[in-house]
């Protein structure tokens, strides 16, 4: 699995959220439960975004959103999760 980030992806994480590159990677690493499908109408894509919440090595929560094309997993953004997000996600992806 590799993480595919574009140029512009990268400085909205580290400009507008002040999320490094390497955090991502470590959610993807400390990942417990399942992803969950973004099934929002203003929000599809083909194939679908997949998203889940996870800490960093330091113990920061962030929702990570991406979409899985051919081996890759291309990265849409990732954010500190909403309290609306952490329920929904603590309910439907364990």
């Known amino acids: 699995m590799q993480l ?3 140029p512009r992806i990268l400085a909205k ?3 507008k959220h002040s999320i490094k590159q390497k955090e991502v990677f470590e959610c993807f690493f400390n990942r417990e439960h399942n992803f969950l ?4 109408e203003n929000n599809k894509t083909n194939p ?4 889940f919440i996870s800490e960093t090595d ?3 929560k962030l929702k990570i959103c991406f979409i899985p ?3 890759e997993l291309i990265i849409k953004t990732a954010y500190p999760p909403s309290a609306e997000e952490i ?3 603590g309910k ?3």
Do not use: C, H, M, P
């Open 37 to 40: 499908l973004d099934t929002r």
């Open 13 to 15: 994480l580290e400009e």
């Open 4 to 6: 595919n980030f574009s």
């Open 92 to 94: 439907y992806a364990v």
């Open 69 to 71: 094309i051919d081996g």
């Open 48 to 51: 679908a975004t997949q998203w």
């Open 87 to 89: 329920r929904i996600y």
């Open 58 to 60: 330091k113990g920061k």
